[in-house]
């Protein structure tokens, strides 16, 4: 799976894996994706660490060009774009189905998709 996320600066690695495993369980994950703005978050970057995954990062435009099934005005406001977490799982698959729609847990915002097999 590949999990997007939508967080706020200064989120935990801690707090991150423990919203991803809350969303998903322990389904293997390939990969993180989100805004550009996040890439250099340390919590972002120790809690991709742990779980031995890349992050991916896509710009405000990018991520607002993808359709999702729930928009967030607030989202738009904060960040340009209307989805952060779907958006980016979307993306980082390769345009792939989104299979779990976005669940705020920890305060962090997830969202994972499928893959396209290669």
Do not use: W, Y
């Amino acid at each position: 799976m590949v999990v997007g996320l939508g967080l706020r600066p200064d989120t935990s690695a801690e707090r991150i894996v423990a919203a991803v495993r809350e969303v998903l369980g322990d389904k293997k994950i390939h990969c993180f994706a989100t805004i550009d703005r996040r890439a250099g978050e340390s919590g972002l970057r120790a809690a991709a660490a742990e779980l031995k995954v890349p992050i991916r990062t896509f710009t405000a435009a990018e991520l607002d060009d993808v359709s999702v099934p729930n928009p967030d005005p607030r989202t738009a406001a904060a960040v340009g774009t209307s989805s952060v977490a779907e958006a980016a799982a979307v993306l980082a698959a390769g345009g792939g189905s989104l299979v779990v729609a976005k669940r705020t847990a920890q305060g962090v915002v997830v969202a994972a998709a499928q893959p396209i097999p290669r």
